[in-house]
């Protein structure tokens, strides 16, 4: 039988948590379920929460161990994968007065055993540790002595989706924190992830031994995510396209499947004038360091990367996240273009896919070693991203509908802005299928996309007549539909499993069992007219105009005299933020500096009640800020 976690005496939690959000942090209230959670684990319990990117996660463990630190209760431990994301973190919390560091390799030795006296002092609030290190005996010996002095105050494990086989970013060292459960029962635990699907959920609460925790799951919608998707055809020249005409000069990510990929990308968009780095796991450790360090710090920078990079990357103003090749799954999918726009602010998903895509990831999974299990999970996986990119109604519904929540059409996705034409492509369909199995029965060998099509459209290649293949029945009966149509004809017959990809090391296709309905009419196939030119190809004009929400209108309905101090208010942080070797938003983010500009205080007790400003800050930085202020008066 599990151990249920202690309950500790009655606190007042709501009241207490109150004043740390505010007087800690600068906010003057709770978002979603924030509050429910806080109060949750000052009461002792677990929680899973799922919660999507921008959304507040940190917040539910930090502030319930600073009320819990301040009741005596000791420190928090925070499991996290990532040595960049600590710092960070860290650092925000120093400049918000609290007591915090981290355990990693970046340090050294007689740096690490400074952090670990400071830990068994008792002076630690947070402490951040990965999970490899958490699980190692000199660790836990560390834990095992807090514990019985009753200072671990809680534990939380975030990006926890890691530790699901079904997730999209598993990480076996993440299966050993059940650890925490057994070795230290009563101690509140906390599991924070953006993305999980029911499955992967169950996996988390089974190998987390969460049975008994409350679980919350926030709504998974990002409203001021446009979510665009868009055939293949020229695609580094659409990527171009698309960050010329709607994103110059902005913070973005593009996503590629390969590093020979993303340096390639990163050189043509750098000699096209955009501020384009590399990032893959080939870099050298130190050159991947500064590249994200130019993209955490600096304004504009676009980094081309692999997967590699961005969990737990807390970069607000991220405009769009590019990928040019389709990803495994949904929930990476949904993970990556969450890395957008967590300010709240408009952000641009952008996807450009095509049939070798689906081709590529369908062999991938064919030829792995895996289980036939394992194999049919993924297979159901990568078909519902490829729903997802097909769908000509409104994608934000699909993407909601995949994580269990219902909604209405979003009005800002591509589909919805201009809803695509479609044909009925049933009979194309039946065409496809039946000069497949004709290649095949004449042949008694399987082809690839490019030979069938071209016997479709009546084209007497070398191939086509070194097999006699001009002289099927198939031969030219679909020259009606442009090589296009047929390649998005065979990505949807794919995805439905009518048509099967070889793993023999080959692209060939093959008939399925279901193909036969379609063979015989019994099932209609609609397809997708892609003559019409992407949303992020038409005219800038109306794209710039959807951007337009509230806090962008804010920042264009500033006076000239609040534009200035904007202006001259990024300036000091930046200045502020290189001595500090932080990320300028560490400092304050942007919407604290709008309010500032907006409100221009005269005096520190003017201060009081901008979001952002805590007591730390207020006292650290207050000063500065007036008088940043006092010499645009002066001027």
Known sequence: MLAASASPPTVTAPNTAQEVLHGVFGYPAFRGPQADIVA??????????????GGGKSLCYQVPAIVRHRQGRGVAVVVSPLIALMHDQVGALHEAGVE????????????????????????????????????????????????????????????????????HDFRPDYRALSVLHERYAGVPRLALTATADDLTRADMVAHLQLEGAGQFVSSFDRPNIRYTIVEKKDPTQQLLRFIQREHAGDAGVVYCQSRKRVEEVAELLAREGVNALPYHAGLDARLRQTHQDRFLREEGVVMVATIAFGMGIDKPDVRFVAHLDMPKNIEGYYQETGRAGRDGEPANAWMTYGLQDVVNQRRMIDESPAGEEFKRVLRGKLDALLGLAEATDCRRVHLLDYFGEASQPCGNCDNCLQPPDTLDATEAARKLLSCIYRVQQASGMAFGAGHLIDILRGKTTDKVTQYGHERLSTFGIGAAFSDTQWRSLLRQLIAREAVAVSADGYTTLSLTDQARAILKGDVPVRLRVSSAPAPAERSRSRDRAGRATAAAQAHSELSPPQQAALTALKAWRSGVAKAHNLPAFV??????????????????????????????KREAYGPQVLEVLAALDAD
């Open 100 to 167: 915090a560091a981290f355990l990693n390799s970046s340090l050294s030795g007689e740096e690490a055993a400074a952090v670990e006296k400071q830990l068994l002092r008792g002076e630690l609030v947070l402490l951040y540790v990965a999970p490899e290190r958490l699980t190692t005996p000199r660790f836990l010996a560390l834990l095992d002595s807090l514990h019985e002095r009753q200072l671990l105050s809680l534990f939380a494990i975030d990006e926890a989706h890691c530790v699901s086989q079904w997730g």
């Open 40 to 53: 949750h684990v000052l009461q002792g319990g677990d929680a899973l929460v799922l919660m999507p990117t």
């Open 587 to 616: 400092i304050f983010p942007d919407s604290t500096l709008l309010a500032l500009a907006q409100r221009h205080p005269q005096t520190l007790a003017d201060l009081q009640g901008i979001p952002g400003v805590g007591q730390k």
